[in-house]
T-cell receptor, first 117, second 110 residues
Framework: KAGVTQTPRYLIKTRGQQVTLSCSPI?????VSWYQQTPGQGLQFLFE???????NKGNFPGRFSGRQFSNSRSEMNVSTLELGDSALYLC????????????????FGPGTRLTVL | EDKVVQSPLSLVVHEGDTVTLNCSYE??????LLWYKQEKKAPTFLFML????IEKKSGRLSSILDKKELFSILNITATQTGDSAVYLC??????????FGKGTRLSVIA
C-alpha cells in the first residue's frame, strides 16, 4: 500500500508570497492532519480534515488555511509568508482521526521543507 | 491543557548501550499513547499503547505504559548507530488532535 505523499518536497519563497502544499493520504484513510515542525517548537498541530470538513484547528493565524477534496487529498495554503514560517510541514493520515473517539494511528508523509527568504 | 513531556531532551550513548526514553502526560481523556522515530524527515510509527503493564516489543525496541502514573518508557537494547534519531511521544485523547512531546534526540556513536 502506498504511503502518504507530499508535494513539493522543497520550496523556497520570499516574504509576502503565498504557497500551497499538497498531501495525498494512504488509500482508504479519510482523516488528514497538518503539522508544522521547527527546531525550537517541535511538532505543532495546524488543522485536521475529515470528509472535506475541518474538524480541528490549532493555534495558528488565519494566514494558514487548508481544504480537503472528495478523494481525501488535502492542500494547505499559507498567505503573506513571513520568515518565521520557514519549517518542515508534515501531513499525516489516519482512518478516522480525532473526533470519532477512534484509537487511530497517524502515518506521516515525508514533509515539505519550506524556506522563506 | 493537554501536555506531553519527554525526557531527556537529548542523549549520547555508545553502540551496544541500553537506553530508556521517558514520556509523561497529562490529558483529560486518554485513549492511547504512540511512539514515533524521526530520522531525517517523516516520523515513522513504532508503537501504540493503550493498556497498562502490557509490553509492546519489536526487535530491540520495547515500550510499556503506566496509566496510573501517567507515563511510558521506550527501551532500546544493544543500540546501533542506525538508532540515532529523534524519538517522539504523542497522546491521543480521542476528540482532539494528537498532542506531541518535543522529542528526545538520541545519538549513538560507534
Amino acid at each position: 500500500k502506498a504511503g502518504v505523499t507530499q508535494t513539493p518536497r522543497y520550496l523556497i519563497k520570499t516574504r509576502g508570497q503565498q504557497v500551497t502544499l499538497s498531501c495525498s493520504p494512504i488509500s482508504g484513510h479519510r482523516s488528514v492532519s497538518w503539522y508544522q515542525q521547527t527546531p525550537g517548537q517541535g511538532l505543532q498541530f495546524l488543522f485536521e480534515y475529515f470528509s472535506e470538513t475541518q474538524r480541528n484547528k490549532g493555534n495558528f493565524p488565519g494566514r494558514f488555511s487548508g481544504r480537503q477534496f472528495s478523494n481525501s487529498r488535502s492542500e494547505m495554503n499559507v498567505s503573506t509568508l513571513e520568515l518565521g514560517d520557514s519549517a518542515l510541514y508534515l501531513c499525516a493520515s489516519s482512518l478516522a482521526g480525532a473526533g470519532t473517539g477512534a484509537m487511530d494511528t497517524q502515518y506521516f508523509g515525508p514533509g515539505t521543507r519550506l524556506t522563506v527568504l | 491543557e493537554d501536555k506531553v513531556v519527554q525526557s531527556p531532551l537529548s542523549l549520547v550513548v555508545h553502540e551496544g548501550d541500553t537506553v530508556t526514553l521517558n514520556c509523561s502526560y497529562e490529558v483529560t481523556n486518554f485513549r492511547s499513547l504512540l511512539w514515533y522515530k524521526q530520522e531525517k524527515k517523516a516520523p515513522t510509527f513504532l508503537f501504540m499503547l493503550t493498556s497498562s503493564g502490557i509490553e509492546k516489543k519489536s526487535g530491540r525496541l520495547s515500550s510499556i505504559l503506566d496509566k496510573k502514573e501517567l507515563f511510558s518508557i521506550l527501551n532500546i537494547t544493544a543500540t546501533q548507530t542506525g538508532d540515532s534519531a529523534v524519538y517522539l511521544c504523542a497522546v491521543n485523547s480521542g476528540n482532539t488532535p494528537l498532542v506531541f512531546g518535543k522529542g528526545t534526540r538520541l545519538s549513538v556513536i560507534a
